[in-house]
């Protein structure tokens, strides 16, 4: 099992979404809370980001955000955050995301929750991120990307083995479990990689 001091959660800033996605972001961001785990996070004001970073606000926990100086200027930023880190660009963002979490929760997203989604699993891939990685598919909002996963698998595009480099929970309590329960990476299937 493994011992979570900082999780980051990936997921939307939209606010047109059911109420059931911003639900479980905060009921996620308050868990993180209770068990004494540090929310990272791109520091956004609203959303999922927001809700996650309000949940686990209100529950006493700690967040962490980090986000370009370009979106701080635009008054994107949530200033209740306990820190904001601020970057040069989007890279510096998504790594910095990935180095101070010792596990990854993806929540739904649009193109940007997606594009960090896809460079996490490819560094994966490449045993660069050897964390956890967990998808929080409340409503089954990820089925479909499952759906193109499997077949780039059974087309040969990638390979069957790295579709373990990541597991689904439908849950809030069963994504924390998940991000606690699942090992590191093997690094030997990098040697395999087909991307």
Not at 93 to 102: F, K, W, Y
Request: hydrophobic share 45%; aromatic share 8%; glycine share 8%.
């Amino acid at each position: 099992m493994n011992t979570l001091k900082t999780v980051c959660l990936y997921c939307a800033s939209s606010t047109q979404i059911a109420p059931e996605y911003f639900q479980a972001a905060r009921q996620l961001g308050r868990l993180l809370a209770e068990n004494g785990i540090t929310l990272v996070n791109g520091a956004g004001s609203m959303g999922l980001m927001a809700e996650s970073t309000n949940g686990c606000l209100e529950a006493g926990g700690q967040a962490i955000g980090i986000i370009p100086s370009f979106m701080v200027r635009e008054g994107w930023c949530h200033t209740g955050m306990t820190r904001i880190i601020e970057t040069d660009d989007m890279h510096q963002r998504q790594q910095l995301m990935a180095e101070m979490s010792d596990a990854a929760i993806v929540l739904p997203g649009g193109c940007g929750t997606l594009a960090e989604l896809s460079e996490l699993i490819t560094w994966k891939q490449l045993g660069i991120y050897l964390k956890p990685i967990v998808f929080l598919n409340t409503l089954h909002y990820f089925d479909p990307l499952f759906t193109v996963l499997n077949q780039a698998a059974e087309q040969h595009f990638m390979r069957q083995e790295h579709l373990a480099a990541w597991t689904v929970a439908d849950t809030p309590e069963e994504a924390l479990r998940q991000a606690r329960e699942t090992p590191l990476w093997d690094t030997r299937i990098r040697r395999f990689a087909k991307i």
